[in-house]
């Protein structure tokens, strides 16, 4: 069995995929602003993802702005079938790389248009709707103008499936009344476990929850705990901190990302590690350690 196997699978949209995919954050300049340095090594990248059986790839439009996109075009178009892309919109950048709303109807139909544009793509598989009511984590405030304006561009048939991103419980609820959603991607990782009980939820009604800063985001993960529970199983940190996400609901789906090849097959490593009982619990055990 490969290691993209041992992750098992989960509906996400209307596609069934490997339970970790790739985020393509990281593909672009520092702070996810700007080109590349090497724009060949992170075409590389994706092809090596692709080669190794991720059918899950989350990006952005405003990653870059536009580069991930145009990179993932560039490395993969015609796509897998098979393949689902993953985009968000409900945010832009300033020319100093600043976070914000793009909240409009004429915002977020320009940004479908210039994710379906970017990508090459006819229809997108799943657009998240990233709430931009605060920058720094999910904060209350309606999404109902919003989603209703993605459920029209469903209806035009350029968008396939509605997700959400950076929300709270309340407007996941909120959200499901308007449309049907395909998943929620929030911050989640081992310290970070905000939304233990929504993830619950989610599991239980079928519904994808993607966390990102699966592995800590622009501030690694670090941790004596963590670190001594790698070293016993022979792993490094990072993977251990995938293993525990795959275990810890059969609705998650990881994305983590990275713009090297070997720490790639480092991440779906991770899928073929077993965590015993007394390593799950020193991990559980770190839920808001800073």
């Not at 970790?20 to 602003?33: C, T």
């Not at 989640?188 to 599991?203: G, K, M, Q, S």
Request: aromatic share 6%.
């Amino acid at each position: 069995m490969t290691d993209i196997a041992r992750s098992g699978t989960f509906r996400l949209g209307g596609r069934t995929v490997h339970r970790i995919g790739y985020g393509a954050m990281q593909l672009a300049g520092p702070g996810v602003f700007g080109p590349p340095k090497d724009p060949s090594a992170a075409r590389a990248v994706l092809q090596a993802a692709i080669a190794a059986g991720i059918d899950h790839i989350d990006t952005s439009d405003f990653y870059g702005p536009h580069v991930t996109n145009q990179l993932i075009r560039a490395a993969l178009h015609p796509y897998p079938a098979g393949l689902a892309i993953v985009t968000k919109i409900g945010a832009r950048r300033d020319d100093q790389g600043g976070w914000l709303p793009a909240f409009g109807r004429e915002e977020l139909t320009a940004a479908v248009h210039d994710n379906l544009r970017n990508l090459g793509l006819e229809t997108l598989d799943v657009v998240n709707l990233r709430a931009m009511f605060s920058v720094h984590g999910p904060a209350e405030g309606s999404l109902e103008q919003p989603l209703a304006v993605l459920a029209g561009l469903r209806e035009q048939g350029l968008v396939r499936h509605i997700g959400l991103s950076n929300v709270t419980a309340e407007q996941v609820r909120q959200a499901r009344r308007i449309v049907p959603i395909a998943c929620v991607q929030n911050h989640y990782n081992l310290v970070h476990r905000d939304d233990d009980a929504l993830i619950d939820t989610l599991a239980a009604d079928g519904i994808a929850y993607v966390p990102f800063f699966p592995l800590g985001g622009f501030s690694p993960l670090e941790s004596g705990t963590l670190s001594d529970v790698a070293a016993r199983l022979g792993a490094t940190p990072m993977q251990v901190a995938i293993a525990w996400l795959l275990r810890r609901a059969p609705n998650i789906l990881v994305i983590p990302g990275t713009s090297s090849v070997a720490h790639l097959h480092e991440n779906l490593a991770a899928a073929a590690l077993d965590l015993p009982a007394d390593a799950v619990a020193e991990l559980d055990g770190m839920a808001g350690a800073r």
